[in-house]
């Protein structure tokens, strides 16, 4: 079966770094994403990989590995407002996006 | 404002009733998508439409039914509500189904079903 795993829940400083893992095993692969859903609201899109490597976006960077199935997403500088939860996404090899179910991240001031 | 509009924003439903919740888009996408959101769970997908005037199943479609007459309407039907069908209900667009377009998001219609 297809697969996405996310740590349920981190807790970080504010000011710090954080790193959000995702492994995922599915029927292909046409791409990853990782979008930010704060409590109440819709998930909105934070970022996009398809080739290996590092992708930077200000303070949030994500990285791929396909060979090893493994995404990150890195928040840097982090402030209050950036406690939410991270969803991971893979599109499949129908272009179906499979879900993890999410990573519920605490700042701590 | 150019975006995806859900109604309604929540709704309280007897099991047995009848229910659509309405998703518009104006931003001409041709994907559209209907997931709901359970505590613990990640986004499950209930339909899909590729395009106007087509429809797929998702990998929950039982007690749900969609129609895509136009491509900015993609409502969703639960013929008869049943409690398990209690859950947060996004609606989502995004340019194509097959490109690397992220989606967008409706703000989400929670229904609860007693």
């Known amino acids: 079966g297809q697969n996405i795993d996310q740590p349920t829940e981190m807790t970080a400083t504010e000011g710090a770094i954080v790193q959000i893992n995702c492994t995922y095993q599915?029927?292909?692969?046409?791409?990853l994403f990782w979008y930010q859903q704060h409590a109440g609201e819709a998930p909105t899109f934070l970022s996009y990989n398809v080739l290996d490597g590092l992708e930077e976006k200000g303070r949030f960077s994500s990285f791929l590995s396909r060979s090893k199935g493994y995404s990150y997403l890195l928040l840097k500088e982090l402030q209050m407002k950036d406690s939410a939860s991270y969803l991971c996404?893979?599109?499949?090899?129908?272009?179906?996006?499979?879900w993890g179910a999410g990573t519920k991240l605490i700042i701590k001031p | 404002i150019a975006g995806i509009t859900q109604a309604p924003t929540s709704q309280i439903l007897a099991a047995g009733r009848r229910m659509t919740l309405r998703c518009t888009q104006d931003m001409r996408h041709n994907a559209m998508y209907w997931y709901r959101q359970d505590l613990g769970l990640g986004l499950r997908l209930i339909h899909y439409?590729?395009?106007?005037?087509?429809?797929g199943k998702g990998e929950v479609p039982d007690g749900y039914s969609v129609s895509r007459a136009n491509t900015d309407d993609f409502p969703l039907t639960l013929a008869s509500a049943v409690p398990s069908q209690t859950s947060v209900y996004f609606c989502?667009?995004?340019?194509?189904?097959?490109?690397?377009?992220?989606?967008?998001f409706g703000n989400g219609t929670r229904l609860t079903v007693t």
């Open positions: 989502a667009s995004s340019v194509e189904a097959s490109d690397n377009s992220p989606l967008h």
């Open positions: 996404a893979v599109k499949d090899s129908n272009y179906q996006l499979i």
């Open positions: 439409s590729n395009t106007a005037g087509t429809t």
């Open positions: 599915t029927s292909g692969f046409n791409g």
